[in-house]
């Protein structure tokens, strides 16, 4: 299993601002994502982040407006830039290990709301 | 795209009784990962299914994959309070260790 901190837990920002949030994991895992949880909604996946070269986006995510960094094989950052009171969520991080089961951790999650 | 359907989106049971939550893909499920969520907080993984007509069970819950692996339920015996919170199943998607998951199913449970 691995556990995940994820900081900080939660934020209230001005719009037009930035917040990088932070996910450290215990040990080293194969894989780290980053996912969204919109008001009333399921998770939707932003990017996978990879260790030393550009995080992977999904459709409808850029870099330019979630930046990802993974230096390392337990640390990845999500910054989400100029924001705005629609990027208001709860933003998690996701780490897998390849084994056996193979399931998803997931981190606390980070609640931003933005005013 | 793959999509996760899940059923009822809420439910408001009576503490003891017995529920049942589904979750149907148009398409075969690459291993199907039930979570549940506390309002506003992270996900705690309770079962996994990977095989047709497999079955688990922890505690008082149980899950099931049906044999084409396109349909799950998660079902509560005998609800207790601390079974509230959003249920959400998830699927890796197709030969990656990406996730697509429900809509999520808010169950409170009244005392």
């Known amino acids: 299993s691995a556990v995940i901190s994820q900081k900080p837990s939660r934020d209230i920002c001005q719009r037009g601002t930035s917040l990088t949030i932070q996910c450290q994991v215990d040990s080293q895992v194969t894989m780290m994502f980053w996912y969204r949880q919109q008001p009333g909604q399921s998770l939707t996946l932003i990017a996978t982040?990879?260790?030393?070269?550009?995080?992977?986006?999904e459709s409808g995510f850029v870099i330019d407006k979630f930046p990802i960094s993974r230096p390392n094989l337990t640390f990845s950052t999500l910054t989400v830039s100029n924001m705005s009171p629609e990027d208001s969520s709860i933003y998690l991080c996701s780490v897998v290990i390849y084994g056996v089961n193979t399931e998803a951790f997931f981190g606390q999650g980070t609640r931003l709301t933005v005013v | 795209s793959q999509e996760l359907e899940q059923s009822p989106q809420s439910l408001i049971v009576q503490e003891g009784k017995n529920l049942t939550i589904n979750c149907t893909s148009s398409k075969t499920l690459y291993g199907l990962y039930w979570y549940k969520q506390k309002y506003g907080e992270g996900l705690i993984f309770l079962m996994m299914?990977?095989?047709?007509?497999e079955e688990k069970s922890h505690e008082k819950i149980t899950a099931k994959l049906d044999e084409k692996k396109q349909q799950s339920s998660l079902h509560i015996t005998a609800s207790q309070p601390s079974h509230a919170g959003i249920y959400l199943c998830g699927a890796r998607t197709s030969g990656t260790y990406k996730y697509i998951f429900g809509t999520g199913t808010r169950l409170k449970v009244l005392a």
């Open positions: 299914l990977q095989k047709g007509g």
């Open positions: 982040a990879n260790q030393g070269s550009e995080a992977t986006y």
